[in-house]
């Protein structure tokens, strides 16, 4: 047993230990440089989302409302993993504080409940926009559309309340994570008590909980498919499916990247595969999901190069004074 390992009390440990992505120097550098790179473009290009709508009157409608709240999520989620997981590599470390697993476990759950809530309001704004066009200013006017984003941040912080008392309320027998991050399943398994049944138990009740919130968005897309094939004209029928695919690919990029990565059989010792399974699950959809929704929105693309073509004017004037 090593000096690191030892620092621990069967009670409240001070410290977990996390996993190495590799035991050589020049790969945990290597990592942690990857990480750099990726955590860089993931928060400018959910930035650039926030400003464009923020800054464009045009984008002020409640699908870019709730799109730049998903900006901001995703720019949370991947700031809770990454910077942690970056230094612990760029100084040859394994520790995270008790505090720091704690605080890393309520805010990943937190911001991915809330991204999933919000999702599912989202599917919900999509519905009445097509489904019901002339009653869709009524509906989803300014003062709902905040009601419902506040509802979806209120659950995200249940969610993680939940999950995070229930995971630390049990006694750990180790403090050996096996992960490059404090995730909840590696954690259930340094426990040597019955309470981790309670989290088991919160874990079961939350699945439902998102499995319902799924099988929503399923049934509220047929009705959507459904209505856009009444549409007479082809181009009115991709107008309307254009705001909607890239909504759908976030949703099962989100869903199915936690299913692939929690529906594997467990096992006692961690591999490289559940590094790769952990990366796709909490760093994938906050770095993708800002070029699936700028994809095929020209809207966004406009708003993003008037961003650039201000910044250009800017230094321009800058100059010209200087």
Known sequence: MSSEEQVFNFTFPTEFLLLEFSDIRELQILHSVVFLALYLVAVMANLLIILAVTLDYHLHTPMYFFLMN????????????????????????????????????????FFVGTDFALLTVMAHDRYVSIGNPLQYEAVMHRRACIQMATSAWISGVLHASL?????????????????????IPQLLKLSCSDLYLVEIGIIVFTCGIVLGCFIFIILT??????TVLKIPSVQGQKKALST???????????????????????????S???????????????????????????????AILKLFHMSHFSKSILCRVA
């Open 70 to 109: 998903l900006a901001v999520l995703d720019i949370g989620t991947i700031s809770v993993l990454v910077p942690k997981a970056m230094a612990n590599s760029l100084v040859g470390s394994r520790t995270i504080s008790y505090p720091g697993c704690v605080a890393q476990v309520f805010f990943l759950f």
């Open 163 to 183: 999950n995070t008392g229930g995971t630390f309320a049990i006694t750990f027998c180790s403090n050996v994570v096996n992960q490059f991050f404090c995730e």
């Open 221 to 226: 897309y047929m009705n959507i498919f459904a």
């Open 244 to 270: 909607c695919i890239p909504h759908l690919t976030v949703v099962f990029l989100l869903v199915f990247s936690g299913i692939f990565s929690y529906g594997k059989p467990p096992a006692d010792t961690s």
């Open 272 to 302: 490289d595969l559940d590094i790769v399974f952990a990366v796709f699950y909490a760093i994938l959809p906050p770095l993708l999901n800002p070029f699936i929704y700028t994809m095929r929105n020209k809207e966004i693309k406009t």
